[in-house]
């Protein structure tokens, strides 16, 4: 039997500490227009909150990565490379040696990735430079992909050394070669893909069709697809910080980083919430407690929140609605 004690003990010092964290910086009312809306409405909202960005350089973009995409050791943070919790075949460091050039292999040199290739919009600005979906990743992997589509392999031609994957696709509704990211960062790679047509929402006249995409179109098995990888993999403090750095630089934000329940809002027509997930990851956890202390000390809710996290149900976020949140994470 549990004590009760020893219960109430380390919720409120849970409670505690987490009053020292922040989630993420999001201006005050970057995103009040879009509350309410749902479907392709909402994706035209937010098309036109996140629209005009700061158009950089193509040569900036390496100096930009130190900021966006830097490790904790200072070192490249490359998905096509890195392994979570384990220890990366090659580690890449923000030097011009570093750099491509030429290369042979894997661990030679990083560069410029365009997940939403660069050819599916004709190599145009602005789309070339924008950073929430120009990564930087070693140059033979990028290559190996190519400008396939992202997928999941059934039978793999080529693996990179992390376990990244080039073949024919397994999911249904694609049978084409396709590239696959390891597990923990398709969750990334699947939000960047709905920024993408998102900000070029009805912007697209240009661009092309394929396997994957119409324009800035995700095809049906595109959109399930990528909404099995961001469940699956929800946002990480990686994406976080990484689009507060992009913000600071371009002047707009990942909605979808900000708020993963849009993503269901948008492409699977639910607008449902979670008794409990503030963040709309669909789990109902220690990020949820950071966001409902965040969102009640800066006074920044949305109705999403409010629906979400009014567990005591009085109409309003507080300190009661922490503790049930609490309470429901521990099972008590």
Not at 110 to 117: G, V
Not at 147 to 170: D, F, I, L
Not at 196 to 213: A, C, I, L, P, Q
Request: with cysteine; glycine share 8%.
């Amino acid at each position: 039997m549990k004590s009760t004690h020893n219960h109430h003990f380390i919720r409120y010092f849970f409670l505690f500490i987490l009053t020292a964290y922040s989630f993420a910086e999001i201006p005050d009312g970057y995103y009040d227009n879009a509350i309410g809306e749902e479907g392709e409405s909402l994706r035209s909202v937010l098309h036109n909150i996140i629209d005009n960005h700061i158009v950089q350089s193509y040569g900036s973009l390496h100096g930009h990565y130190e900021t966006t995409d830097d490790k904790s050791d200072g070192t490249v943070w490359d998905m096509y490379s890195d392994v979570p919790e384990g220890t990366p075949p090659y580690i890449y460091n923000f030097t011009s040696s570093d750099q491509c050039g030429n290369y042979g292999g894997e661990g030679d040199c990083y560069n410029r990735e365009h997940s939403w290739p660069k050819s599916w919009f004709n190599d145009a600005s602005p789309m070339k430079t924008d950073l929430f979906h120009v990564y930087p990743t070693d140059g033979y992997v990028n290559g190996m992909r190519g400008n396939y589509p992202y997928g999941e392999v059934g039978n793999a031609s080529w693996t990179s050394q992390n376990g990244s994957k080039r073949g024919s696709c397994s999911f249904p509704g694609y049978s084409g070669t396709v590239f696959e990211p390891i597990d923990a960062y398709k969750g990334d790679l699947a939000r960047t893909f709905f920024y993408m047509s998102t900000r070029y929402y009805n912007e697209d006249s240009s661009w092309d069709n394929n396997g994957m995409v119409n324009g800035a179109d995700l095809l049906p098995w595109a959109v399930n697809l990528l909404i099995s990888w961001h469940e699956a993999d929800p946002v990480s403090l990686k994406e976080v910080e990484r689009n507060d750095a992009v913000y600071q630089i371009q002047n707009n934000r990942n909605p979808f980083i900000d708020h993963p329940e849009w993503v269901s809002c948008i492409w699977d027509e639910t607008c449902e919430q979670l008794p409990g997930d503030l963040n709309g990851d669909l789990l109902v956890d220690v990020l949820d407690i950071v966001m409902i202390v965040d969102v009640i000390l800066s006074g920044e809710i949305t109705e999403y929140q409010l629906l979400a996290g009014d567990l005591y149900v009085d109409g309003a976020l507080d300190v009661l609605d922490i503790v049930m949140l609490v309470d429901l994470i521990l099972g008590s």
